[in-house]
Each structure stands twice: as structure tokens, then as C-alpha cells.
């Protein structure tokens, strides 16, 4: 499957113009990602069809609704036709998944991602036009929020409590730079320790190494740094 930041760049969805999102579908993967969303100062609409979930995180998103997803008039009286990015995380209900998924592309939201629980799920939600499905461990929602928010990053692993190692697609602006002009350690406190370039990996990186096109680089820091430094280039 493509990364999530291939088909964002695909579908000419800039990662600087999304502001709004609907999470649909309170589980533990839905709350991750709206409250991660949230957190990170993003607007999110979270919807769930029971009342007891939505009471748990309507203090910590800017609008929780009870309603049936499966009712393209609630959805749209709820305002999911005006957000950017729709994230249906229905679990364990294949046919509210698909209809609801179905829906909210029909209301014309510009980017659907949906939660799958299986291969045939996957293959339905894929003919009906979702752009990028998932399948969650529970702590997929905070890593999809991050990387929904920076989409350069393809991957990462955590390295520390608060250290990760990040794969990224180097953004457009940073091609023709050398490691120096960059200079992401005295900027940003991040530090390029290796480059993947047409299947090899070039470690030890010189100052003068210029980024080309279709290189993967591979960045050390923290989270919020790698966002910081994206949110400028």
C-alpha cells in the first residue's frame, strides 16, 4: 500500500491547509486520534451513535455529536461535509463502516481514511473510493494523527520515551540543500544520520551531501521538532 504522505501529495492535499477533521467512531483507536488531533490544535468533529463515549471526550474536542453515521442527514446537520479529512474508525460493524465511508464521500470530503478488520472489509472499502485504509493497534490513532499533520514522514520508531527515528520524504524546498545548508542540528535539534538513495543506504553523511529527489531520509529528534521544522519548509 502507498504511504499515507503518497496519496495526500497525489490528490494535491497540502499538509499546511488541513485544519479541520471528523473522527466517526469513538473506540480506543477513534478517541487517539481526535484527541491527538485536538491536542495538536486541529479541529475535530468526533461522532459516535453511543451517547456514554461521546460524554467521555465531548470536553476535549471542539464538537462531539450522537448520531447514526448510517444517516447522511445527520452527518451532514453535524458539518462533516465541511472538514478536510473524514477518519471513519467503526469497529466490528463492517456494514456501518462501508455505508458510513460511502456517505461521507458522497457529501464530498476531500480525504477519507477508514478503519479495516479484515481483507474482504479492506477490498470493499477500497472499490467505493476510501484514499487510505488502516489497520490500528491501539496506538495507531496517535500515529496516524502525526503523520496525517506531517505528511512528509513515511514511518517512524521510537528510539526513547520521547526520541524517534523518522523515515521522511524530503520536502520539494530542501532539494539541491546540503546536510550544512540545512544545518537541522543548531535549527530544529535533529540530526540526518543516514540516506536511503536508489536501494542504498549512504551512512556517515558528509556536510556537503546534497538532498536529491527520491531520497529517504532518515532523522533522529522528537516529534515535535521534525513537526516544527516540516511546518517551515
Do not use: C, W
Not at 474536542?61 to 448520531?67: P, Q, T
Not at 445527520?74 to 472538514?83: D, I, K, M, S, Y
Not at 470530503?109 to 491501539?138: M, N
Request: net charge neutral; proline share 3%.
Amino acid at each position: 500500500m502507498k504511504s499515507l504522505a503518497y496519496k495526500l501529495k497525489k490528490m494535491g492535499i497540502e499538509k499546511a491547509k488541513l485544519s479541520s477533521f471528523a473522527v466517526i467512531g469513538l473506540g480506543r483507536f477513534g478517541v487517539s486520534v481526535a484527541l491527538t488531533l485536538e491536542r495538536m490544535g486541529y479541529s475535530v468533529i468526533a461522532i459516535d451513535k453511543d451517547e456514554s463515549k461521546v460524554e467521555e471526550v465531548k470536553d476535549y474536542v471542539s464538537f462531539a455529536r450522537v448520531l447514526d453515521s448510517t444517516n447522511i442527514n445527520a452527518l451532514r446537520e453535524a458539518g462533516v461535509q465541511n472538514v478536510d479529512v473524514a477518519i471513519v474508525s467503526i469497529a466490528h460493524d463492517v456494514e456501518s463502516s462501508v455505508l458510513t465511508a460511502l456517505l461521507v464521500k458522497e457529501l464530498g470530503v476531500k480525504f477519507v481514511i477508514a478503519r479495516a478488520i479484515s481483507e474482504p472489509h479492506e477490498k470493499i472499502l477500497e472499490k467505493i473510493g476510501v484514499d487510505f485504509i488502516v489497520y490500528p493497534e491501539r496506538d495507531m490513532g496517535v500515529r496516524l494523527a502525526q503523520r496525517l499533520v506531517a505528511p512528509n514522514i513515511i514511518d517512524y520508531m521510537e528510539f526513547s520515551a520521547n526520541i524517534k527515528i523518522f523515515e521522511i520524504e524530503p520536502p520539494e524546498s530542501i532539494i539541491g540543500k546540503t546536510v550544512e545548508e540545512l544545518d537541522l542540528r543548531r535549527k530544529y535539534n535533529l540530526s540526518i544520520f543516514a540516506i536511503q538513495r536508489e536501494g542504498k543506504v549512504i551512512g556517515n553523511i558528509s556536510p556537503t551531501e546534497k538532498i536529491q529527489r527520491g531520497d529517504i531520509l532518515y532523522i533522529i529528534g522528537t516529534f515535535e521538532d521534525m513537526n516544527a521544522f516540516l511546518q517551515k519548509v
